[in-house]
């Protein structure tokens, strides 16, 4: 028989992380929220594992007029609120550097070809530029028109030049293609890497491992086990200072473009044929395109889409959305979209995907469930004992993780089953807490591993599955648009939804002692 040949790499090995060579990172956008809550914590805390090269600069630009010293005092200061190491914090701080200007002007990009030459020099990186847009989306056409311009795009022999892209990419398909059009005039696509942060956290990645390395839960991966999926992504927080960018997105173009359908592809694409960014892309892309896709005259029998009014969350009174600062009064934008996919292929032929997204939920928490069939025939039925289908759930926050309920005699009286709950939790297992996502995001844009960075004939199928959506809720105005609690789990007509198909949400309800209330730990 034929052997399989295998180049075995050890473990230890694959756990390395890759260093990247000389780098350098050039943030637009560099005196922003997303910058000093995200970007800089992220780069220090690699710079602190030693996970940036020797050769490595960091340039911020934005309008805001700062001279290099006050830019690395603001840092400073933050960092050293996080109570972080004052030596490590300055040794950092050097590699530090701050340009000001309007991305519309042309004498930004002369200064900045000069600082670039200058800061090249000194630090060896080899013209190696990754420049981060962390700015509004409507000036991103301006900044890639004029780094293209300045040929700052132009990858000379040995070096790169990368662009990372803050989502959202557009606000719908024809203004996606816009950008992408425009990118695509200065950079090959492998020079750019959008990004969604979904992608780089941990028990996101997980959920690859779980499927592929494991021999479990394939075979029973599909219709023939699987009766439905459900993805939540529930938040506490409301719109918060981000009103103005908000008010043009709304929750739809917010979340389920972008992040609830990574997380969809992850669970449910085929095995690809590697682990290679090109393979793992084109198995998420093809099931991207497997979506059936909404007729506008459907669009209420799938979806539904609410906004939140005023609650209770944690005991504390909460405002309503079109009360909060910056917010139109009379704002018709969801802050709530649940809805129905349906996946043709063989795999997930019959098996529906329930998603739903909110802000001002009742609590925070991110999971998908795999909800199982019941048992094909109960042996129990007779003593008319309704068995508990099983679950799995893959926790991806905040109690990172994942659960497998089962059915299983609780000790004592001979016929009494009752739901066990098999938990598995990431930081309690591993006593450490993951990198946070632009830690990892970050590094593999430096070494050039797209793998969890979208791709553009992704972005376009997803874009195209939503724009009936979109375009029939701009047309409906205030008709449809539902109204809930704050701190509730959404209007009632989510729970419809599932009702219809004689389904239900799985109950995120936590009892006293915050455990969940359906998972009844019996042993
Ligand atoms: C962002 C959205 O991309 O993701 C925010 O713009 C949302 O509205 C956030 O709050 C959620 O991210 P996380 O990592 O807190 O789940």
Known sequence: MEQKTKTRISRAQLCEEIKPGPSSIIIFGASGDLTFRKLIPSIYTLFKKNLLPEEFFLLGIARTKYTDEEYRE??????????????????????????????????????????????????????????????????????????????????????????????????????SQEIDKELHKYLNESQIYRIDHYLGKETV????????????????????YIDNVQITVAETLGVEHRAGYFEQAGLLRDMFQNHMMQLLTLVAMEPPASLEDRSVRDEKNKLLKSIRSYDKK????????????????????????????NV???????????????IDN???????????????????????????????????????????????????????????????KQPGSKLCL??????????????????????????????????????????????????????????????????????????????????KDQRQWRNLELNQEGEEIRADKVF
């Open 74 to 175: 603001n840092i400073k200061s933050r960092l050293l609120e996080e109570k972080e190491d004052l030596f490590i914090v300055d040794k950092f701080l050097e590699k530090i550097f701050y340009l000001s200007g309007y991305y519309n002007d042309d004498s930004l990009y002369t200064n900045l070809k000069n600082r670039l030459n200058l800061l090249d020099n000194i630090f060896k990186t080899n013209q190696n530029y990754l420049f981060y847009l962390s700015t509004p989306p409507n000036v991103y056409l301006e900044i890639i028109k004029r780094l293209g311009n300045f040929e700052l795009t132009v990858e000379k022999e040995g070096s790169y030049s990368r662009i990372i892209i803050e989502k959202p990419f557009g606000r719908d398909l024809k203004t």
């Open 205 to 224: 990645q997980n959920i690859m491992m779980l499927r592929f390395a494991n021999i479990v839960f394939e075979p029973i991966w599909n219709y023939k």
């Open 298 to 325: 459907d669009i209420d029998k799938y979806f539904v889409r609410a906004q939140y009014k005023e609650g209770f969350l944690n005991g504390e009174e909460v405002s309503a959305y079109r009360s909060e600062k």
């Open 328 to 342: 139109n009064p009379n704002s018709n934008i969801e802050t709530f979209v649940a809805g129905k996919f349906n």
């Open 346 to 408: 063989w795999r997930w032929s019959g098996v529906p995907f329930y998603l739903r997204a909110g802000k001002r939920l009742k609590r925070r928490v991110t999971e998908i469930a795999i909800i199982f069939k019941e048992v094909p025939h109960s042996i129990f039925a007779k003593n008319n004992l309704d068995l508990e289908q099983n679950i799995l759930i893959l926790n991806i926050q905040p109690d990172e993780g994942f659960s497998l309920k089962i059915q299983a």
């Open 418 to 499: 009752n739901t066990l709950s098999m938990d598995f939790n990431y930081n309690d297992f591993f006593k450490f807490k993951g990198p946070d996502a632009y830690e990892r995001l970050l590094l593999d844009a430096m070494v050039g591993d797209q793998t969890l960075f979208v791709r553009s004939d992704a972005m376009d199928v997803s874009w195209k599955l939503f724009t009936p959506l979109l375009e029939k809720w701009e047309e409906q105005k205030d008709k449809g648009l539902l109204f809930y609690p704050a701190g509730s789990w959404g209007p009632i007509e989510s729970f419809k939804l599932l009702e």
